[in-house]
């Protein structure tokens, strides 16, 4: 992947980590990256959050998912409880690479995928080659 196509802004670690922000807990979603001739995809996990408590967002050179999840449960006192619910934040440096206008996003089974398409002027061309 091109340095400057896209470029994580929060280092990926182990343990994802998690902030207090305004007395709400933030998670940092695990991604990968992807890249094909055409495209770079940015696969996203997002458990427990629904389309309209998504926000992605592409302003001023950075690509950012926001994420709230509701709790699954109400009222219920748990044995065990290994699953947190939270906000997710997660950002991105987009470079002149990618084709800002044409980026899309989906939300599928707590994966987010985003398609970043790249500029034409970053494309590989295939000169052809005339028969003198």
Not at 3 to 25: D, G, H, I, W, Y
Not at 79 to 92: D, I, K
């Amino acid at each position: 992947m091109s340095t400057n196509a896209l470029t994580k802004n929060k280092p990926s670690q182990e343990v994802t980590p998690t902030v207090m922000e305004r007395q709400t807990v933030t998670f940092t979603p695990r991604v990968d990256i992807l890249e094909n001739q055409d495209e770079f995809v940015v696969l996203a996990d997002l458990p427990g959050v629904l389309p309209e408590d998504l926000d992605v967002r592409f302003e001023k050179g950075e690509l950012t998912i926001e994420g709230r999840c509701q709790p699954r449960q109400r009222d219920v006192e748990f044995v065990a409880e290994e699953y947190g619910v939270g906000n997710f934040y997660r950002s991105f440096s987009v470079g002149e690479a990618i084709d800002t206008d044409r980026i899309e996003a989906e939300l599928k089974l707590g994966v987010l995928t985003l398609h970043l398409p790249k500029s034409e002027a970053v494309k590989p061309k295939r000169i052809m080659i005339k028969n003198a």
